[in-house]
T-cell receptor, first 112, second 112 residues
């Protein structure tokens, strides 16, 4: 089954404790991206990757890192999480940015 | 910061009514997508429009891309309670690779 898998689904952590949210896709897609969703703000793109070893900033990259060492995985790293990073996060993949058809189930992160 | 202004933010109508959601920007988009999102799930791609002036229909939903590729609209005819959800537009910025920006979303509630 074609899917994008994010883990964990829910995470409560403390300020400053490094964390990684994993994202994996099984469709051999070149394009992957991360978003955060906050009430009244829609989705905001954090980072995207056009292919392996190619990543670029989206609209709100501050406080986040990503890597794309292999095609299927695109982890989101928060080196020192802060409360303003409390949000719902989505990973997505597609063959091209214009056809963003596959989203993960979402990760609800709370930073206290 | 590029913006994609979506309106209205909230819409509550009776079954059978028509409605239109708008997305406007000062930026030119190489393509624009519309999504529908249910609570607790990731967005689901409805349509992608790529040509200025393009009109696409999906059953009772009609999508239009502005001639200048700076705006788009979603029109729903004879809305049904099953149309209830969050509708999001997203644009791929012309000449900015894989960067996508989303509108703030329209919460649609269709009452029987």
């Amino acid at each position: 089954e074609a899917q994008v898998t994010q883990n964990p689904r829910y995470l409560i952590t403390v300020t400053g404790k490094k964390l990684t949210v994993t994202c994996s896709q099984n469709m051999n897609h070149e394009y992957m991206s991360w978003y955060r969703q906050d009430p009244g703000l829609g989705l905001r793109q954090i980072y995207y990757s056009m292919n392996v070893e190619v990543t670029d900033k989206g609209d709100v990259p501050e406080g986040y890192k990503v890597s794309r060492k292999e095609k299927r995985n695109f982890p989101l790293i928060l080196e020192s999480p802060s409360p303003n990073q409390t949000s719902l996060y989505f990973c997505a993949s597609s063959g091209a940015p214009d056809r963003l058809a596959f989203f993960g189930q979402g990760t609800r992160l709370t930073v206290v | 910061t590029q913006l994609l202004e979506q309106s209205p933010q909230f819409l509550s109508i009776q079954e059978g009514e028509n409605l239109t959601v708008y997305c406007n920007s000062s930026s030119v988009f190489s393509s624009l997508q519309w999504y529908r999102q249910e609570p607790g799930e990731g967005p689901v791609l409805l349509v992608t429009v790529v040509t200025g002036g393009e009109v696409k229909k999906l059953k009772r939903l009609t999508f239009q891309f502005g001639d200048a590729r700076k705006d788009s609209s979603l029109h729903i005819t004879a809305a049904q309670p099953g149309d209830t959800g969050l509708y999001l537009c997203a644009g791929r910025i012309y000449n900015q690779g894989g960067k996508l920006i989303f509108g703030q979303g329209t919460e649609l509630s269709v009452k029987p």
